[in-house]
């Protein structure tokens, strides 16, 4: 992999003439991961979080799902460790769940506090029920627009807590590191160009990379950016073959796939094929609220049998009323594209959902580069296994943010408080290759992810995808490119070569990762993690044993 390798910075710059900020803690991503991490380490210092766009486009703002946590009757942490724990097919690192469902009530409480609207009945939450969960333990906010709610709420403590500037419309290219650790990053804004952030602690929190396949609920800001550029910065990535596919979107030929949340299923929604049969039930005992994995194979495997395009999602038995109350978001979506949940089935089939793997940290967000941590979905904690249950993703973002926010803030007062300008300068070689048409390469690389590299993978198919890749990594990452469209063809290509590496290397199949050539779990040889690093010449991959 010499053209990813090879690569240390996406864009030329001088230090001597370019703009310079400085701050104790740079914050990059402003969803509920980053947000939440800010808000801690605000109390130890001046924090600045750099926005992509807006934070009300975060990943965290589009989520329908709620968040999990035993706070109802008769539900324990101990449940919620041992639904995590099982789901996640025995990847998941025990210490980090185990924090991370001990202190759930408490980051909900806290949420309460700030002026998060949760679902209530008479003071009481209202708890719902999803696939893999043996308590109705979610908590949502008006109905299926709970990570739009805790934007606004997380957003609005931001922005009155001192200590915390959020700058709009700055897009990070890379981190800035020398031999003794991470010191910032070099961004771009369409207003004052390239310009450096310089800070005594960087916390990387950007989101997911749905928008590498072709099928995917995630908005385009999702393009990978984060995972790319730790790897550019010698960071440690741990999973990358776990890519989660969500079940159920809305399929209507030509429109963009729109999520249709699991919490549907768990009101009592089942799915159906063309021909009306309910086929869920020959797959898995728990049926439609089976883990994730499973429904989503289900769906493809039923749409072979069937030779069809898509499933359906039946709500009709639940009755409209009940329905738009509960749904108000997925009611409207349906109705735009001539659905009635009173009569008619909704057409569904399975997407790119969440990035499982990542950037490799422990329970305080720390990486392998000094000053450097990573929370959300960026960030591997270990949380997720091979299989995030359903709603611990927005649940990590809180725990992990805080964490990391805290080990941040706190480190600050050992260190001396002399952050400066580095003389750091980089000038690429000019490249003597000819240029691809990067839109086609974007779109291309979509289609082979999702062919190759998807909810079913072989080797064959994965090393047809590698080949495919490392042809236009040739042309693509020699080349010094100016615009954020362009860098993010650059990081999507970059990690979806993390992506079909690391599946190629695991020969097994454990939760999402489907191996069709190793249909079974290989727990002698594969009850470990794998991680990736960038070498000199070539990709440096390491295996971990899970911590129990």
Known sequence: MPDFNGCRYLCNFDYRRLPHLVTDVLVIGSGVAGLRAAIEAAQFGQVLVLSKTSPLESGTAMAQGGVAAAVGSGDTAESHFADTMRVGCGLCDAQAVGKMVQEAPDRIRELVDWGTEFDKDNERFLLGLEGGHSHSRILHAHGDSTGAELARSLLYKASNTPNILIFDNCYVIDLLTTEAGCFGAVTYNPRFGIQMFWARQTILASGGVGRIYRETTNSPLATGDGYALAFRAGVRLRAMEMVQFHPTTLYVAGATRALI???????????????????????????????RDVVSRAIVRQMVKTNSTHVFLDVRHIGSERFHKRFPYISKLCEQFGVDVAKDLIPVRPAAHYMIGGVATDVFGRTNVDNLYAVGEVANTGVHGANRLASNSLLEGL?????????????????????????????????????????DVANSLRSVMWRNVGIERSADQLIDAADVLKFW?????????????????????????????????????RGVHYRTDYPQIDDRRWRQSILLLRGESDLIVETEPVAK
Request: proline share 6%; aromatic share 6%; net charge negative.
């Open 399 to 439: 725990v992990f943010g805080r964490e990391a926010g805290r080990a941040a803030g706190q480190l600050l007062s050992s260190m001396t408080n002399n952050t400066k300008p580095m003389p750091l300068t980089h000038v690429a070689p000019p490249s003597h290759r000819r240029e691809l048409d990067l839109p």
């Open 473 to 509: 990594g040739r042309y693509v990452m020699d080349k010094v490119l100016e615009t954020p469209g362009e860098w993010e063809v650059q990081n999507m290509l970059t990690t979806g070569m993390l992506i079909a590496r690391a599946a190629m290397v695991r020969d097994e199949s």
């Open 261 to 291: 949340s699991e919490a549907v299923r768990g009101e009592g929604a089942y799915l159906t094929d063309k021909n009306g049969a309910r086929f869920m039930t020959e797959y898995h005992e728990q049926a439609e609220l089976a883990p």
